[in-house]
């Protein structure tokens, strides 16, 4: 481990000696940080990475402090949930053409999953991609996709076979977001805004070899997915007193004329919780350091919602006749989302989604339920019918 | 005592629901909520003088119905149910009861205005201010030879008003709102914005020689608050039970789901004892001492039951909302769907008129419950 | 109305007259009492009552203070469950030959429901009952009996056919606890008392005119004795501030000493809770003055468990040091029940139970959710299979 | 820092789990619970002398292990798996901790006696004594000449002392057991019951010449009690998860309920959190300085280890204990099944060494959540 340690550190070393970080381009210097292997330790030589354990990343961020950067909050569902798809389960071209411009911020990505009729039960979504020769022909509607309107690409999970169980026939595509047949329409939020995106797809065609993984198999590509999204949301490392905490603490401390009792035991209590659940990520970052993200991040994940929105809604309360009042409703494009940005009235609504995306609380409860605790399914009506056939 | 509802108050009810439902559906109120914040004027004039709701807690030598605060509670249950933008609460409730309690000629003739709807009125004061902070009153106006300077931060209702109740050294005044300035601000309840209210040398005539109409006011606006929050929770309960019989998932209606069927009967338990509470706040209320007297026997039990109805059902309103929202998934985080004006009204008005913690906090006295000892 | 109210008030006046409670012998008193249709006003007259509206119990209730009266709790499963049964399902003769006794306190009685292998799914007992003649055998294993060691009649749910699916094969009875076969045995609790028996039996002969209702109706005739226990339990008339919360109102306004912020706050908490459950209770009773006992009497047996036990759990954390101790351990009998008597330790202890007995509060939100709220039943694997078929 | 347990950690794990499942299964816990409420003689001396359980704390040089807080740790959340009626907390970690910090050769002598579990000390304090309490000494024993007078209640662990180390006047002495009078009062908690300790001029040795290594005892006291009440939490998760995968009822296993479901991974998700706090006090006292200094750097961020860990685990194995016993329905009601000895462990350590409430009110300071003025 030690050895790695030096080996990483010198690494760094070696590359910045090539590449001044004040000299060069930001995306070249980005493009060479990529080709070094210092993007993402723990992706193999050749795919911006070592070989090395996850936990050495923070050896090479901490090294390349204040050099550029690309931007994290555009290029989330780039970083966080198709490149580990990609990594695990694309063909080595896949690779090789789509991890480095996608780490760079070149190509930005999107998600194409739920559906407004497969929300909870994504498993059931009715986007149908049809073979036609080398080619898939997609239609559907999809809804809560962030970033569509300036992502490249889009990872998406289509039915390719409504004849048998719902998790059978499901096939999953990188999108091509220049493609005939591509729509986006801005959805509105109750914070006012348009974070999100509904994409209609009409007639779409995809080459096969935009297909990930095997026809057919999709369920199980989207899953590793949806843990990345998981651990991507909840997992983040955070410092004691930070993210949601942040903004009423400050409030707190510098505003004593607010501060009541009341407030003061619901304020500890959740002060409380919030230090826990860190540890808990803490600890369960720890156990990842060397593995892929498991079932038990959905238990981050819950908690995290949770305190965001008991924080939030606490800190509007709080601030009385202020939490009375709201930013701007002025409906327009959010370009990058900060759940703990502008005032806490958006907090407070915004929080409310965290709760929803990325897996309701309720499955993920469930996930934890049955995949952590062992405990048995409830009876389903769902498992063995043929999709085209259930009751919608 | 009875926490039931009477047959003349299910008629009232009926009357305020059919006219809301015709004239005021959750798409309707939606629409509105930008182009015109809180504001359905054809609505409240409907309401207010075809229904007669201006009027209802005015004598009926004035004008008025001489009806009590259980019948006002019934029409804000349907207002709460409607997210309905109108002035109820800010003018025929809270300016009246201050008007009601202040006695005198000047106040009597303009409660024969507001009686029948003529006139809307508001009270220029934060709708933020709880009835216990008013010991020391609000410094924000001064009075001086009748001329009023000052300003007063979110006032609810001061957008529809024509007429203010403003509190100023000391005394209550009366002015035409023609004569303030008022500005509405950006609000997080669409459908009741607040507005700030500025008087500059503004001409007022004084129609209470003290605060104490201001109290009972702040007091009534409270307890039948929670009526509003009671019903604003009824419809959030209603729409979710609807949307989960309806909502398929893995196969099967979303309320079928245990977990979804249990989180539902404690959100119904809640919202029975928040009925039962603000039943109990308003029948209290009505069994009050009429206008003019001081607080003479059972005002400790009014006290007690308007604080333990705010205490409960500003929390359950926005439980009931955020189990709304969640139960709905995406749905409900859309602008589209009309639950967000309820969130964002049952969140404002656990802010309105003292915090669940303020009332909470008056309980220590009320309930002798005694706070800790100094360390 | 008024006039009803009069008529009572006359009916105890002209009752009194004839009968000086300090000169008539209790059990005498009571008798009469009964006679008088002055024992429960809403039964018919001659079985204890008037006729008149149940709320008209009250006035009478009232104007007998200070007369012998009967033991409330020795015989509450009698007055709570078993005669709104009888009154409900039985015949002419069984009215009048168990109503009385069961009134006056001459013949206490428990229940027979609850099985080792059936609780929250009481359908699902196994106690078999036989026909023999103009006799039935009864052959198996109750618990959580109350009283049953100085019962004289016991209500009793049994299997009289195994072959049907388990809501249809059951029957209600009467069951004579002197009959040969009957064993009772105490049951020890976590409080160290034995509240509760378990209770055996074997080849207990039952004649037929000790059944309740008709062969196979036992289900529906246990509903209605359920829905009168949750009533009795929840729904008892409170005062404000009474029951647990008196206890700990009282510890905190006699001992300024143990008071904290932490606690203060929870305690106000938990006394508007405790004041909305009263309301909530006092506003169904009223709705309930005329009427029988529907699916919302869940709902306060529900919140008043919930009640106890945060209360009896806060006094114990504030009392500290004195939280440490218990008063008693001795394994006994105890022959009455007081959820809000003995020490902080006890009433923790025992209040653990209000949310098992009388049907857990898990059961009583299904109730809720399916019966007052109209949610979908789950998916049952239970409903059209014969009992005797059934997995467990 | 790591929150993750070691090899090392892991090995004292299974030897002390090996010996507890073979010497002290729920049921001979139970049985002991009245016959020798809070004793099993043998069963400690195999885990204090044979696992060497007894001087985990205590210096290499003195005849200890020279481990950490961690290791103990791991010892109190097999020890609270077991509700092991044995005085580790109370010997091993929080009179041998005081006698550690006093230093000097009076109490080094005794900690060469405790580290080969030749002799069981307690300190004579309340359980309920908060680690914050202690800016006012405890009074209740005063010294003069070497002779102790007074009495302290409330003492767990004093039954199985030979030991006693009391605060009095001031300082710290070391008294022989046999010389007081130990009482047992009847104990909510049947495995760890307290008694009232008396002395009556009493002789007793000077081991600490004032009060701070009593406040590092309480401290490491509290901090490692989260460890038990951990192990406590997730013996009562596993055992409910195996009652409901085996119990059935409508002919399906009642862990197949979707409510039941969701509060099982709400109640795993608090011990996981659970787990995680009492990982970051125990490490947090690992990295103390060591005996004999006063409260140097870091001493702020043990204190706030502390103060999180008990804040939350409290709560947490009594919200694990009640959970399986409603889970265990009537079952769980009954005497003869073990669960209840670990309710009334987890009420009991609820109040043991501050309250979660003390423990968030010292948070108030420790994380700068100033009160609110005084009004």
Known sequence: MTVDETAVEERVRAFLARHDPAATPPLDFLRARFDAGLAWVHFPEGLGGLGAPRELQSVVERALTGTPQHDVGRLAIGLGMAAPTILAFGTEEQKRRFLRPLWTGEEVWCQLFSEPGA??????????AVRDGDEWVVDGQKVWTSGAHFARWAILVARTDPDVP???????????MRAPGVEVRPLR??????????????????PDDLRLGAVGDGWRVAQATLMNERVAIGGAPGRRGGGMLAEITETWRNR???????????????WVEAEVTRLAGARLREQLAAGAPGPEGSGVKLAFARLNQALSGLEVEMRREEGLLYDDWTFRRSES?????????YRYLRAKGNSIEGGTS???????????LGLPAEPRADKNVPWKDLPR | MTLLYSEVEEELRAAVRDLLADRCPPAAVLAGAESAPGRDAELWKALARDIGAAGLLIPEDLGGAGASAREAAVVLEELGRAVAPVPFLTSAVMATWALVRCGGDAARELLGELAVGETTAALAVSLATSPYALSTPPAAVRAEAGRLTGRVTAVAGADAADLLIVPASGALYAVDAADAVVEVVTSLDLTRPVAMVTFDGTPGRPVGADLAPLRAALAMGAGLLASEQLGLAEWCLATTLAHVKERHQFARPIGSFQALKHRLADLWMEIVQARAAARGAADALARTPGAGAADEGGAGEVALAVAVAQAWCGTAAVHAAEECLQLHGGIGMTWEHPLHLYLKRAKADEIALGTPG????????????PAPLPA
Request: proline share 2%; charged share 30%; with cysteine.
């Open chain 1, 119 to 128: 929300g909870s039960d994504l498993a059931t979504l009715a986007t149908r």
């Open chain 1, 166 to 176: 719902k998790h059978q026939g499901l096939t999953y595509f990188v999108c091509d």
């Open chain 1, 189 to 206: 939020q109750i914070t006012g805004e348009a974070e999100f995106n509904e994409v209609f797809l009409t007639g779409v065609r995809l």
């Open chain 1, 256 to 270: 004593p004329e607010l501060r009541t009792h009341d407030l003061h035991r619901r304020l500890l209590d959740l």
């Open chain 1, 337 to 345: 989302v900060d759940f703990f940005g502008r005032g806490p009235g």
């Open chain 1, 362 to 372: 309720e499955i993920l409860r469930n996930i934890i339920a049955e995949r952590v």
């Open chain 2, 358 to 369: 303020d009332h909470r906090d008056a309980l220590a006295d009320l309930a002798d419950l």
